[in-house]
């Protein structure tokens, strides 16, 4: 009766099952793994101390900008050059803007330096001015911004003098120096004795240090592909009872043989 599972249409539908299974579990495992490491980074993250209480540190030995490095402080030294606005953050629910100036520091290179949050519009708003000559600045350190972040503006077409992203790859072309891969938020504003208006930018947790909307989609996955295996293998058993039942039919006379 069931003879017809050595047959070369059979073969192809066994291969496929064979196939299929493993490779579904394997997904699904991989995806459970992911959302387990997301769940230790988060227990770990929950363990250590807040990183804004932390001694501050050179701005050199923080980086490059990790789970373990971001909020903490940093302390950098240097002149404030360029300003830029960054259009479109919102604080307490309000809209407004940061007002971020570039920190130009012995080493040439430059350090973007969110000195605080105005409400409004760029344009509308007056801006302070950020302190005069060599200042040291110590703030929480930040990883650059992506597209995935909230508040960025990556549809371009902004005016002249304001900032959609900060990351080093949104100034390389706006500066004629080299920018850090990060950047820093003053706990308190800065410019030079009067704040203008300006409230500090809280710092952000770092990118994946918490159970955010993608771990759980992990988990997700990890249900969807252990479904698709268990699917595959019913629908295998399914198709082999159907082909025995005709096949049973065939030989006692009850249905005509299809071939």
């Not at 995806?31 to 980074?41: A, I, S, W, Y």
């Not at 770990?44 to 923080?62: I, Q």
């Not at 350190?141 to 990556?154: F, I, P, R, W, Y």
């Amino acid at each position: 009766m069931y003879r017809f599972l050595l047959t070369p249409r059979w073969w192809g539908i066994n291969l496929f099952v064979v196939l299929a299974i493993p490779f579904c579990v394997f997904m699904g495992t991989w995806q459970l793994g992911r959302f387990e490491d997301r769940v230790q980074t988060h227990e770990m993250a929950e363990k250590r101390p807040d990183p804004g209480t932390r001694s501050p540190k050179p701005l050199g030995d923080l980086l490059p900008v990790s789970t373990e490095t971001s909020g903490r402080p940093a302390v950098a030294t240097g002149t404030y050059s360029d300003q830029f606005l960054v259009p479109g953050r919102k604080l307490d629910d309000r809209d407004g803007f940061y007002v971020l100036d570039l920190l130009r520091t012995d080493s040439g290179k430059a350090l973007p330096v969110v000195r605080g949050w105005l409400a409004g519009s760029p344009g509308s708003t007056p801006v302070p001015a950020p302190p005069a000559g060599e200042v040291t600045v110590t703030g929480d350190l930040q990883a650059s911004e992506n597209s995935g972040t909230t508040g960025v503006d990556v549809s371009g077409g902004l005016p002249e003098g304001q900032l959609g992203m900060i990351s080093a790859a949104s100034l390389v072309n706006l500066v004629p120096y080299d920018v850090y891969d990060a950047w820093v938020t003053l706990p308190e504003p800065d410019a030079g004795g009067t704040s203008g208006g300006m409230k500090p930018v809280p710092a952000a947790a770092a990118q994946g240090s918490g159970l955010d909307l993608k771990a759980f989609q992990n988990l997700g996955y990890t249900g969807e592909w252990f479904v698709f295996a268990g699917f595959v293998l019913f629908m295998w058993f399914r198709l082999v009872r159907r082909e025995a039942e005709a096949a049973r039919d065939v030989q006692l006379g009850l249905a005509a043989d299809a071939d």
